[in-house]
């Protein structure tokens, strides 16, 4: 049914190759926001206790069990023309829906909830000794959270990076609704994927469904092997 | 597979009053989106017309229910968007001959307060944020028809997202996010005041045909055929055409 030659030939089709780049550079955008924003949040979460703080993890874990096509709509209503935020953004000059910022908008608030998961867990897991022993010696919280902290933390972050980019990388649902799917624009490769199965075009279908089979593969690959080293993971 | 369970129980029972000469038992049709609210109501009233018999409905794009088909997925009845499906799966033997019962036109929807200020066609070329329907799906097929036939480069257009179905196009333009989309006649019609209508011009409307037939393998060949009798009967017209489809083509 599927030979090696329509694997080569799917994957040189345009529409493939496209599909591929744009899901690679909108991944890769969106797990950097993760990183960036989502560390210092789940280290302040991790370590500190305040009013309401299951209220705060709640909201945002809820991406993790929301049904994607929902977290589509709810970018609709927050980021959307017509959205909550929707005149101020145009006030800005930006429009969101149907733009790579889209993309990496619903992949990052599909996947980020992973990451933070993870990131809480590691830095749960940090030696409260260890941080109390940097602060005796004058380092200021920030100084504890990046020349301690995170260092001592560092596979298990690794570990919810690899897993939130797996995950942003599979993002369909949310996308598909937000963003739309525009060849070379926001079609990344599981909207392709969907699209070539309907519509017959199924040689780019299945050669960008092995992609995806290998990629995920290497990365669960990866983290049991970081997780082999490092106790400090929790279970996904 | 209950499906086939109740068909294998509904075959294999007496026959009983009703006018199929079965007991009982389940239809399944294959339909294209298009024809959900035409065919809800045809199935309700097949199912009073026959007691015992029910009409499951399939509802997707014709392209999706003509892949399940060809992967062996069970069904009586498709109908569809396009004769390109029809034929093709003619064409590997997994249906019977079609009859054509009904027509469609296509018309552009902007949402009810118009932001971009679309009053005709032309405007579409000052950068209005536009949705259509994937070229490999009917609706954006007939899109891309309907554009060449109005002389307008698609190159020209803000096109910024080709769906797989058409209700994805009426709900972005329903919730304002796109300024105009092309869809259905009929889809405009149901989604009522959500969305204004820009008629086209007659001459510029792609032929949307709608063909039906049986699928190669149905158990129950001839409660098909009472489905697609009711389908292209004067009552099922009347309500094809009461939902703004086009009469069928004579052929």
């Known amino acids: 049914m599927f030979a090696k030659g329509d694997l080569a030939a799917g994957l040189r089709s345009s529409v493939a190759r496209d599909a591929l780049l744009v899901s690679f550079q909108t991944s890769l955008i969106s797990l950097a926001a993760m990183v960036l924003v989502g560390t210092p949040i789940a280290y302040l979460l991790a370590t500190r206790d305040f009013p309401g703080r299951s209220l705060v993890v709640t909201l945002f874990e809820l991406p993790l069990v929301l049904p994607p096509a929902v977290a589509g709509l ?146 669960l690959l990866a983290v049991k092997l970081l997780g082999g080293r490092s106790s400090r993971f929790a279970p996904v | 597979m209950v499906v086939l369970c109740l068909l294998a129980a509904g075959c294999g029972g007496s026959s009983g009053g009703s006018s199929s000469g079965h007991s009982g038992g389940t239809l399944t049709v294959f339909a294209a989106t298009s024809l959900t609210n035409a065919f809800t109501k045809l199935a309700t009233t097949y199912a009073h017309d026959h007691p015992g018999w029910h009409v499951t409905l399939s509802l997707a794009g014709s392209d999706a229910l003509a892949a399940q088909l060809e992967q062996g997925v069970h069904a009586d009845v498709y109908a569809a968007a396009s004769p390109k499906y029809s034929e093709q799966l003619q064409g590997k033997k997994l249906l019977g001959a079609t009859t054509n019962f009904a027509t469609n036109s296509l018309v552009l929807i902007v949402p009810p307060d118009d932001p971009a200020g679309i ?45 797989p179905t058409v ?11 796109a300024d105009a ?71």
């Open chain 2, 119 to 163: 009053t005709s066609v032309a405007d579409l070329t000052k950068g209005a944020k536009l949705v259509v329907g994937d070229p490999a799906v009917p609706i954006g097929s007939y899109t891309e028809t309907v554009l060449g036939n109005l002389g307008i480069d698609p190159g020209s257009l803000n096109i910024v997202s080709r769906e």
């Open chain 1, 74 to 219: 709810g970018l609709f209503f927050a980021f959307g023309r017509r959205g909550l935020l929707g005149s101020e953004l145009s006030t800005l000059g930006l429009e969101i829906p149907f733009t790579k910022l889209a993309v990496v908008l619903a992949m990052t608030f599909v996947a980020a909830p992973l990451y933070l998961r993870q990131a809480q867990s590691a830095f749960a897991a940090v030696e409260p000794d260890l941080l109390a022993a940097a602060r005796t010696l004058g380092a200021g919280p920030g100084r504890v959270f990046v020349r301690v902290a995170v260092p001592v933390a560092g596979e298990g972050l690794g570990v919810g990076a690899a897993l939130g980019w797996a995950r942003a990388l599979g993002e369909f649902g949310a996308t598909i609704i937000f963003a739309g799917s525009l060849q070379g624009v926001t079609q990344t490769a599981p909207v392709a994927i969907y699209l070539g199965f309907e519509g017959g075009q199924s040689d780019a279908a299945f050669a960008l469904g092995a992609v995806m089979i290998a990629i995920s593969a290497a990365v």
């Open chain 2, 181 to 251: 989309g092309f869809v259905y006649i009929t889809d405009a019609l149901a989604a009522g005041n959500k969305v204004k209508q820009i008629a086209l011009p007659a001459a510029a409307q792609a032929t949307v045909v709608y063909p039906i037939g049986i699928v190669s393998g149905s158990k129950q060949a001839k409660v098909a055929r009472q489905w697609i009798d009711l389908v292209t009967s004067a009552q099922g017209q009347q309500v094809l055409t009461g939902l703004g489809f086009g009469p069928a083509p004579s052929s």
């Open chain 2, 167 to 177: 209700t994805p196009i009426v709900q972005k333009v329903e919730l304002g996010e």
